[in-house]
């Protein structure tokens, strides 16, 4: 039995180690269909949407993209580029709820409806914070 | 002594925080896998009285939860037992793996679930619940003496519908240390969070920080015997309490709907997240972050 656990635990350790997130490249296909690219947030100039949106993004987002949207692992996308902010409310509501599995990207399909506009919300007030910030990141990727 | 130490385990547990938004289910799963890297550290008890005989039991179980990949959530579980009147005893261990087979959401979302379980027959958590109605009334030191390695396999599809999740697993259970039969269940649930808006400040009695739901399952017989004869059936209500970012607290009071059920199963547990785990732990054998 110990040595069962002992294996287990070692295993879960290894495979944390291994699961690293090395496979976010950039996804060209990762586009979101027209129709819903083209809705519009029922959310947008709601300050109290983008409170909560700030909360949301901290607790479901911010692992990765980090607190300031620039990405803390290589291959995440920086929310802040003008090549990431140009995409429309509706695209990123998409991508929020559909994430995009198998580069790495969960769903959060588990979120209301709401609370993913509100994050949309909230990702419209992520602004650069300096010229040059998050570079090596990708528009497409996650 | 034991039944001591494994109520002190079982309380300590129950003390330490489930993740949000999730669907307050005990028994039913979703199509929402763990995040990548993180961890989930969970605890649950299920308390039962059988029909016959005064004999309550308590069966909690621990439950680490990890994100391998955004398609594939992995879980190990450690479980016991204790009887009132008789004894506590450590009942075996459970290993699953859950996939997600579309890159995308879908109206009808599949997983496929794969466990393999080294247990006793003192095993009380009844996680799932398959075949015929299982016997209460042996005690728990000849219990133990029968261990059997059994591989279960669910289809997992799933639905979210304008913030409802809707949800039907269907199982199949094998076990591999005897010549038994294939035996079969299902659990089908339904919930929806009570609050769809996410307040801008940290409340802990918000609506959205509670989500409740219903579920169904049961055992549906075995190759030898398919159907509704002699198998165990409960309905449960489902709440589920976010208490903070990382910590949930989840109770389920179960009905049984045949005689072979018990009156009642009350489930509680109590689990708590740590974001990034698989990252940390990388980082300390030099990996990327």
């Given amino acids: 039995m110990k040595v069962w656990l002992v294996a287990g635990i070692l295993g879960l350790a290894i495979a944390s180690t291994w699961a690293q997130n090395t496979d976010s490249k950039q996804d060209d296909k990762w586009v979101a269909p027209p129709d819903a690219a083209a809705k519009t947030n029922p959310l947008a100039g709601n300050a109290d949407a983008v409170a909560g949106g700030h909360k949301l993004f901290l607790r479901s987002c911010a692992e990765c993209h980090g607190e300031d949207g620039t990405g803390v692992q290589e291959g995440v996308a920086n929310l802040q580029l003008p090549a990431v902010q140009k995409q429309s409310d509706g695209s990123f509501f998409w991508k929020i709820t559909n994430g995009n599995v198998k580069k790495g990207m969960p769903a959060f399909a588990r979120l209301p409806e709401a609370q993913r506009w509100q994050i949309v919300s909230f990702l419209r007030t992520l602004k650069p914070s300096a010229p040059g910030d998050g570079q090596p990141t990708s528009p497409n990727a996650q | 002594m034991r039944t001591l130490w494994l109520s002190f385990c079982s309380v300590v547990l129950f003390l330490i925080p489930a993740k949000a938004q999730e669907a307050p289910y005990f028994v039913t799963y979703d199509h929402h896998l763990e995040e990548p890297r993180n961890l989930e550290i969970g605890t649950s008890t299920t308390l039962g009285v059988p029909r016959s005989g005064p004999r309550f039991y308590l069966a909690p179980y621990m439950e680490l939860e990890y994100g391998l990949k955004a398609?594939?959530?992995?879980?190990?579980?450690?479980?016991?037992?204790?009887?009132?009147?008789?004894?506590a005893v450590f009942t075996g261990w459970r290993l699953e793996n859950r996939f997600r087979v579309f890159n995308r959401e879908h109206r009808i979302n599949p997983i496929l679930y794969i466990e393999y379980e080294n247990v006793n027959e003192a095993t009380r958590i009844q996680k799932e619940i398959v075949g015929n109605s299982p016997s209460f009334g042996e005690p728990n030191a000849e219990l133990v003496n029968t261990r059997s390695h059994e591989l279960e396999t669910k289809l997992i599809l799933s639905s979210d519908v304008h913030d409802w999740n809707l949800s039907e697993n269907f199982i199949v259970e094998k076990n591999l240390s005897a010549s038994e039969d294939f035996e079969f269940g299902y659990a089908l649930g339904f919930a929806r969070p009570l609050g769809t808006m996410a307040s801008a400040g940290n409340c802990r009695f918000c609506r959205e920080n509670f989500a409740a739901g219903l579920?169904?399952?049961?055992?549906?017989?075995?190759?030898?015997?398919?159907g509704l004869h002699d198998t165990t059936h409960y309905l449960a209500p489902v709440i589920s309490w976010q208490l903070s970012d990382n910590a949930s607290l989840h109770i389920s009071p179960a009905i049984g709907l045949t005689q072979q059920s018990n009156p009642v199963l009350l489930r509680f547990g109590y689990s708590y997240e740590i974001r990034g785990f698989g990252r940390k732990v990388a980082q300390l054998f030099g990996g990327k972050p």
């Fill in chain 2, 71 to 87: 398609w594939w959530t992995t879980e190990f579980y450690l479980e016991g037992q204790s009887t009132n009147g008789d004894s």
């Fill in chain 2, 215 to 226: 579920e169904l399952y049961g055992g549906l017989g075995s190759t030898n015997g398919f």
